[in-house]
């Protein structure tokens, strides 16, 4: 259905729901992260003297805490010492939707257009690395819900269902809708290998449970102000290390020359309150995959262990910083719980509990990289765009390997050994980050054809499409 001069009117156009119901849903919530409010875990003292250790990381996230855990599972003996600015898992591995996904590349088409000559080997150690953590939850008893019901991605405009034709795993409208219920969906693809769901918080200080007890000193309220070869000071005392991990993703390097290398993207997510059996059944949902449209600006969704559903995505709003002041922005959680009742008007009544953001560590290849510094005694890796519950597993891998000297299978990537083009300078990335944006959601209205800007960006393989 075309809008003015030809403009296509997405199905969250054609089919919004009235303001009032919008208001009712919203009008419960508040700004608290559910993940967070539902994960207990222990408090870890701040350091308050010198130390020594083999092995530093720095970041108590998904990241650091694997390469922490990893480190002593390989060497029992040594020293390691995490340190955390405020507390394990606080940022975005106690905030994400909990998509723990095999891809390392941000999936395929992004994979196979950026690393063609060793695509097929990184989807290969992007499985086994999820394989390998449904295995660590398994033998180290990780609380944390892990439930590997795959990923349904759906069609809600007509151009897309072409997109998903020659998937494995094709739904037509009525098999969809049979999984999920919603009059939107007009076609799908199920991967149910690919993808699990965790509870993310519960992850996040299981892991440091874990590694607590496997001997890992872990320092809550340590900031670390700076980074003299291996050597570093922070808020509590100097310590002195053989190697050091930096696992700082969005928050400002310690190195200068990866400063440029990320940008933080703030996403926006609401929960609701658990839902009746009623209203359970009215959607369907037996198999409880998760759940994402094919939009540029898309969506993703799944279940929770008490049957609330979180609803994210669609906004990505650049920031030049982290700054909690980013959190609270009313039209976003306007425009997703008005999507939420187009894609589930059977669900209207439902209310929002909780509504929070977070800040994603964005790179120009819209995936991980790898690095050292200090002749191999510093390791670093950023950039995770949205799939760190997963990645940071094998990025943890891929530091450990470098800092030991090995040569392995993941030492030998070209994703590993080559970082990506920097940012330009603020403000000329603000400038194109938002005409990116922009960019994107006007093919989005222009039934998914991209601009020239778009497609110039492909070519110099900076192209981005979910």
Known sequence: MPGPRGRHRTVYERLAPAQAAVDAALAPSRHGVFWLEDAPG???????????????????????????????????????????????????????????????????????????????????????????????????????????????SVAVEEHQVDWLRDEPGFLDTAAVRAEIDSPVFLAGAWDRDDCAL????????????????????????????????TTLRTTGGTVTSDRVALATNVFPSLLRRTRLLTVPVYDYVLMTEP???????????????????????????????DDRILWGGYDAIHRRRVDPAHEERPASYRRLAAHFLTVFPQLEGVRFSHRWAGAIDTST????????????????????????????????????????????????????????????????????????????????????????????LDRAGLGFDS
């Open 42 to 152: 222990t408090t870890y003292d701040a350091l308050t003297a010198d130390a020594v250790a083999d092995l530093t990381v720095v970041g108590g996230g998904y990241c650091g805490l694997w390469t922490a855990l990893l480190a002593k599972r390989r060497n029992p003996g040594a020293r390691v010492v995490l340190l955390e600015a405020r507390s394990v898992g606080w940022a975005a591995s106690g905030r994400n939707g909990g998509f723990c996904e095999a891809s390392l590349t941000h999936g395929a088409e992004n994979g196979r257009r950026r690393w063609p000559d060793e695509y097929d080997e990184l989807e290969r150690l992007g499985r086994a690395n999820l394989d390998a953590l449904e295995a660590d939850v398994r033998e180290l008893g990780l609380d944390c819900q892990f439930e590997r019901t795959g990923m349904l």
């Open 198 to 229: 965790v509870h993310p918080a519960r992850l996040a200080r299981e892991l440091a449970r874990v590694a607590t007890d496997l001997g890992v000193e872990i320092h809550e309220g340590t900031t670390v102000t700076g980074l003299d070869g």
């Open 275 to 305: 839902l009746t059996r009623a209203q359970l059944d009215s959607i369907g949902w037996a198999n409880r995959q998760g759940l994402g449209d094919l939009a540029n600006q898309f969506h993703y969704s799944r279940l929770t262990a």
């Open 365 to 456: 290849r819209f995936a991980a990289f790898h690095g050292l510094a200090a002749r191999g005694r510093v390791a670093y890796a950023a950039g995770f765009t949205g799939l760190g519950v997963g990645a940071t597993r094998f990025a943890a891998e891929v530091m450990l390997d470098r800092l030991s000297g090995l040569d392995t299978d993941r030492t030998r990537l070209e994703m590993v050994r080559r970082t990506p083009l920097p940012f330009p300078p603020s403000p000329v990335a603000d400038a194109g980050i938002a005409l990116t944006r922009w960019s994107l959601d006007r093919a989005d209205h222009r039934q998914g054809r991209r601009n020239l800007f778009l497609r110039t």
